[in-house]
């Protein structure tokens, strides 16, 4: 029992280290992801906390929450943004690897010096969908946390969430939330902004309307009786 505690005191170190550093913008998002799967993945094959299914994108967030509750007995809710996003990642890939068995060590560790984590490399090749990652037939493989992910969803045969917004709803919304933000001058109420700003909202609009040109021609193409929308 000793063991088994100081073994999950070192994960939740490891992995609470890496975060905060993460969050203080000392290690990148996809080195922290890498790290952090990895110590998630041990922690799961130790039996810390059990493995979920993750057959469902929906259903990683609620995974996050039950491993920091369990292996980390902290709560969830307290994480910043930036510390959810990188667990909701890393967990995708430290599922897949404990799943597929496929998590290998070179000269006693996992993670490679350039934080990439070995995989073993028969497993890529037994997989057609994944032996493109060892086009080289190795042993075992060290990979970017990119191509850790695309495994664990081969792996997983992880669906994606109904809810997922893509990049450029993220974008927009995101730009939404700044246009709300602008300060607006008390004698009239009009918003209050900079040279640049303006610049930068001119280019915006330029590029929007452009685009929604753009797709309302398409639009008339694939549908002539279609109303055009201009607004």
């Known amino acids: 029992m000793t063991n088994n505690k100081n073994t999950a005191q070192g994960f939740k ?6 975060l905060d550093a993460h969050e203080n913008h000392l ?3 996809d080195n922290c992801a890498s790290i952090v799967a990895e110590n998630m993945a041990k922690a799961y094959n130790q039996k810390i906390v059990g493995v979920p299914k993750l057959n469902n994108a929906d259903e990683v967030n609620k995974a996050c929450i039950n491993f920091v509750e369990v292996a980390l007995e902290l709560d969830f809710k307290s994480f910043s943004g930036n510390k959810k996003s990188c667990l909701r990642k890393a967990i995708v890939v430290a599922v897949g690897l404990v799943r597929s068995g496929a998590l290998s060590e070179v000269k006693g560790k996992s993670l490679s010096d350039t934080n990439k984590l070995w995989v073993d490399g028969d497993f890529l090749k037994s997989n057609n969908n994944l032996k493109h990652l060892n086009k080289e037939g190795s042993t ?3 990979l ?3 191509q850790l992910t695309s495994m664990a969803k081969e792996v997983l ?3 994606p969430s109904k809810n997922t917004s893509s990049a450029l709803e993220l974008a927009c919304s995101n730009l939404m939330a700044q246009f709300e933000k602008m300060p607006r001058l008390e004698e009239n109420g009009f918003v209050q902004f900079t040279i ?3 610049r930068a909202i001119d280019l915006v609009f330029k590029k929007i309307t452009k685009l929604k040109t753009e ?3 398409q639009k008339k193409i694939n549908d002539p009786e279609a109303k ?3 607004s």
């Not at 170190?13 to 890496?18: P, R």
């Open 215 to 217: 797709i309302n021609s």
């Open 228 to 230: 055009v929308n201009f």
């Open 196 to 198: 640049k700003e303006e």
């Open 144 to 146: 970017g946390f990119g």
């Open 157 to 159: 045969k992880l669906k």
């Open 13 to 18: 170190a490891q992995i609470i280290h890496n």
């Open 27 to 29: 290690i990148g998002a």
């Open 140 to 142: 075992q493989v060290a």
